[in-house]
């Protein structure tokens, strides 16, 4: 490609090698992965456990907000909503109102970029924005830190961690890492690393269908999406259709200003979409059924028996993770959530 | 003093400065980490293979290789972690570092592009599979139809095939030829529409969507990739490299122009150092040059020295000798003394003595020699044959007379002058006795002796001295000493001398106490009540010489020779005295003498001598 670059680069004996090995390695991975379009889930990281408790607590503690009120987990819900808030639009500290439907938490770690409209590249610095967003926790790190440093038992557990103790970068990978160690299997993951029992003739069916109609085009990868942006509303008006336009609704425009940004957002991951309802940014679809036709309406731009989508809802149910899976089954009253997977731990 | 401060911190500077300089070029010599510049292109590599690979995943997404966009979504976070890591890496690194944001803008440009390309391309893509599928449905809903012979359907039978046909032509070889004519065919189908019955004019409009839809993303496919290709990252990174190169080359050569220096200056030093070496050698020379002859001169001192202390020797002998002389000297003259007092306590006896026997002889001659001749003219008066009466009478009267005169009181006169003269016969014997005993000229030997004795016999020689004071004895019951008796009673002698001599003789007092101060030493203590002795003067009283008294009175040796004594005993001297109230003298004296037979016998002859 760049004759210059690699004489004066690369000896030619690595070159020799990298060659050989690109190949050896273009063969073996072609033999070696399904040619799945969705890919089973990697391990998680493995990170120290303090570290996990810690972020978990963070995770759960409202003195993150300005009014001690608003924490992580209230618009992330990991027990009854997949990771995602079930209201339309999340409330922020005091009362305000987020413009969008808080996402799921449970595979951001796996996504490309964070939120809808991916201003954020990492979980840390979404978790930053987070922290000053007024919708979000409407706060400073200063204020935030100072309420934090009064709590001599969390002040101890940062000094354990990390040399310099608590401090805004700290705060934010002490949760992000606990993020990272979220992501669960489903029954898809097991059906796709080849046990075929892992899932039934009508949820693979489903798949099927899920791949001819063309869903997997921006469905696809590891998270079943999260992986690139796509225009909402492919053919067709969508925001038209649905009236009532607000700036949220620009999307991706709205962190470049690039015209052609308009009305594109991140792909969600479909990753325990069954759990993660209202549906779209704007949280104003309820049900998966309904959200898949407006999919095939203004994405796919053409329509399916209501058997073939009912059949991909089934699928769309075996992404939800095992885990969860089982506390959704047992989500009787009073009864305790089954424990979250936390990859391997230290 | 100043000046050589001054240059102690000249020479410090210069050494430092010697040094520092030294030290500067090793650092100079060793500034480049040639393992940062490793890791500074490692970086760059990295990158251009992360570019390298997202191109080759655009063309595999782009050619339908790849079914999903992770490796086209996961190079993100690795691209901004590693300008980051690179940045750090960088540090303040002159122009390179200028190009870094350069570099993450371009890769954002990269990214934003293929974010559209994959967007773009999942659209096309879904179409591409979709626009058959509908034209085969199309197509058995006409064949199915009632009317499947009415010219409207044959016509859009036709153009399905047509259009189908030119659209996947299209995507591969996209002309804009072709899309003209796909644009008026579907632009036919569109106006026709109302022609067909409901279910295939629906269908029919989903295949001019998608058809639509497939002409406008290749449209843009062609052009994001053209955009693509435009972006200048690895030319960019080629740059960097170049650069960094450059820069590490810079300092390789400076390395080299200061190890150049480095070299000079190491040189310059080890001249330095040698000739400092030189110098150091030839004063090591001059050292030991300086040596040989201080060893001379020593040699010279140790004969001066020897004979200096032969010399001493000598003269301490000499010293010895009169050392020797003055205690005899001195001993003389207490002898003396004590030969005066000796005089005056012999010479009353002897006056008794004297008187008693004249008295005798006188009356012995007078009365004993009358009757005598008296008695010796009657026996011739009475022996001569012829009697002559008268004669014998007369011879007989005088007899009688004479006789009567030898008797009454003359034999009691005669015992009594006898006796006095026996008297003072025997107080001079005890006089002589005494002084006998107190220097044992006949037992000078070391021998067991009881230190009450010794202190009894004194106080009797000395007797003349002490006759007006109070002498109060405290004698313990002491254990014998073995000593030599002749030199302890000079002690005791020199001391109640002293003593005798301080105290007023009205109302003088001197106490002498013995006891034992544990099984194997003995305690003398000898006060008095007299003017004592100054402070000052206490610390010389036991320096021969040293007195106090007239010329002519002391000798100043009497203390001296005791401690002398006392320690050769193996003893101990000591003396508390207040001036005005009177002194102690404090002997502690061992039952055994530790030195050896031979030292007392020298103790021995010092005392006879
Ligand atoms: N018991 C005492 N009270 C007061 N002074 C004393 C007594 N004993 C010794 N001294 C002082 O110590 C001095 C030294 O005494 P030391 O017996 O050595 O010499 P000395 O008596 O002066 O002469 P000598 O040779 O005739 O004894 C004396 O001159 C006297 O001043
Ligand atoms: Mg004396």
């Known amino acids: 490609m760049n004759g210059v670059f690699w004489n004066f680069w690369v000896p030619p004996f690595l070159r020799l090698c990298a060659g050989i090995l690109g190949a050896a390695g273009i063969l073996t991975a072609a033999m070696a992965t399904s040619n799945e379009p969705i890919k089973p889930l990697p391990p998680n990281p493995k990170i120290d456990l303090r570290k996990l408790r810690l972020g978990e607590r963070l995770f759960n503690d409202p003195r993150l907000s300005a009014d001690g009120l608003v924490s992580c987990a209230s618009c992330h819900n990991l027990y009854g909503s997949g990771g995602a808030d079930p209201r339309p639009r999340s409330i922020g500290a005091k009362g305000v109102e987020g413009t969008v439907n808080a996402p799921s938490v449970f595979n951001a770690a796996n996504s490309f970029r964070q939120f809808w409209d991916g201003r954020a590249l990492t979980l840390e610095d979404q978790i930053g924005m987070v922290v000053v967003t007024p919708a979000d926790f409407g706060t400073t790190w200063d204020a935030l830190l100072s309420k934090l440093k009064q709590d001599a038992e969390i002040s101890s557990m940062f000094r354990a961690i990390y040399p310099d103790g608590l401090s805004a970068k700290n705060v934010s990978d002490a949760i992000a890492s606990f993020e990272r160690t979220l992501p669960a299997p489903s029954r898809f993951d097991r059906y796709l690393q080849g046990d075929a029992s892992a899932i039934s003739d009508d949820e693979r069916k489903g798949y099927e269908k899920f791949k001819a109609y063309g869903c997997v085009a921006c469905h696809q990868g590891v998270n079943v999406g999260g992986n690139m942006f796509q225009i909402f509303g492919v053919i067709g008006n969508y925001f038209q259709d649905r009236g009532q336009p607000k700036p949220a609704d620009l999307g991706r425009y709205n962190v470049t200003k690039n015209e052609d940004d308009k009305y594109v957002f991140k792909v969600p991951s479909l990753r325990n979409v069954a759990l993660t309802a209202p549906y779209f940014h704007d949280g104003s679809v309820p049900t998966l059924e309904a959200a898949v036709s407006i999919m095939f309406k203004y994405q796919l731009g053409r329509s399916a028996s209501g058997e073939d989508m009912a059949l991909i809802v089934k699928f769309l149910k075996t992404l939800t993770a095992e885990t969860l899976e089982k506390s959704m089954t047992g989500n009787l009253p009073g009864k305790e959530p089954a424990p979250l997977s936390r990859g391997r731990e230290k | ?609």
Request: aromatic fraction near 6%; glycine fraction near 6%.
């Open chain 2, 1 to 609: 003093m100043n000046k050589r401060l001054l240059r102690n911190i000249l020479a410090a500077f210069l050494v430092l400065t010697v040094i520092g300089l030294l030290a500067f070029l090793v650092y100079r010599t060793q500034a480049v980490d040639s393992q940062l510049h490793n890791e500074q292109t490692t970086a760059l590599r990295e990158l251009r293979q992360i570019d390298i690979r997202l191109d080759i995943n655009v063309l595999r997404s782009r050619m339908g290789l790849n079914n999903d966009y992770d490796p086209l979504s996961a190079p993100v976070s690795q691209i901004d972690a590693l300008c980051s890591h690179l940045s750090e890496l960088l540090g303040n690194d002159g122009s390179t570092l200028k190009s870094l944001p350069e570099l993450r803008a371009v890769f954002d440009q990269k990214l934003r592009v293929i974010d559209q390309f994959k967007a773009q391309n999942a659209i096309l893509r879904n179409s591409l599979h979709y626009v058959p599928t509908v034209s085969d449905e199309i197509q058995l809903l006409i064949r199915k139809n009632a009317e499947a012979g009415s010219p409207a359907l044959k016509r859009l039978n036709d153009m399905l095939v047509r259009v189908l046909n030119d659209t996947l032509r299209y995507n591969l070889m996209p002309d804009s030829a072709t899309s003209r004519q796909i644009q008026i065919s579907l632009a036919q189908m569109q106006r026709e529409l109302p022609l067909y019955p409901e279910e295939i004019a629906a269908a029919t409009q989903g295949f001019i969507n998608h058809v639509h839809v497939i002409l406008r993303q290749r449209a843009v496919e062609i052009m994001l990739m053209a955009r693509l290709g435009e972006i200048p990252v690895p030319s960019l990174i080629e740059q960097m490299g170049k650069a960094l190169d450059q820069e590490f080359a810079l300092q390789m050569q400076e390395i080299d122009h200061y190890r150049n220096y480095l070299a000079i200056y190491s040189a310059f030093l080890l001249c330095i150092v040698f000739y400092f070496a030189m110098r150091l050698v030839s004063s090591f020379r001059m050292i030991a040059r300086a040596n040989q002859q201080l060893q001379e001169v020593n040699e010279f001192l140790e004969q001066r020295v020897r004979e200096r202390t032969a010399d001493l020797r000598s003269a301490l002998e000499d010293l010895k000798a009169s050392e020797a002389q003055l205690i005899q000297s001195e001993k003389m003259a207490s002898l003396g003394q004590m030969v005066a007092g000796v005089a005056h306590e012999i010479n009353t006896p002897l006056g008794y003595v004297r008187s008693s026997i004249e008295t005798l002889s006188t009356q012995i001659n007078e009365k004993v020699r009358h009757f005598c001749q008296d008695a010796q003219a009657l026996l011739n008066a009475m022996y001569t044959g012829r009697v002559d009466e008268a004669r014998i009478a007369a011879c007989l009267s005088a007899a009688h007379r004479s006789s009567g005169e030898l008797k009454g009181s003359f034999f009691d006169d005669v015992a009594a002058m006898l006796r006095d003269g026996l008297y003072g016969i025997d107080q001079i014997r005890d006089m002589v006795l005494n002084l006998k005993n107190f220097s044992r000229l006949d037992r000078s030997r070391v021998t067991l002796f009881r230190i009450e004795d010794g202190i009894e016999s004194t106080l009797q020689l000395a007797r003349q001295q002490i006759e007006h004071l109070k002498i109060t004895k405290d004698f313990g019951t002491t254990t014998p000493l073995r000593c030599s008796p002749s030199q302890i009673n000079q002690v005791f002698l020199n001391i109640i001398t002293n003593a005798a001599q301080a105290v007023s003789p009205k109302d003088g007092l001197i106490r002498i106490s013995t006891w034992m101060q544990d099984t194997s030493h003995v305690v003398i203590e000898i006060a008095d009540n007299g003017k004592g002795i100054s402070s000052e003067n206490l610390k010389k009283i036991f320096d021969p010489f040293f007195t106090t008294k007239a010329i002519g009175q002391g000798t100043g040796l009497g203390l001296s020779i005791a401690y002398k004594i006392i320690q050769k005993h193996g003893g101990q001297i000591e003396v508390s005295s207040r001036e005005g109230k009177g002194s102690a003298f404090l002997i502690t004296l061992p039952t055994e003498p530790p030195s050896d037979p031979e030292e007392g016998e020298e103790l021995a002859d010092g005392a006879a001598a």
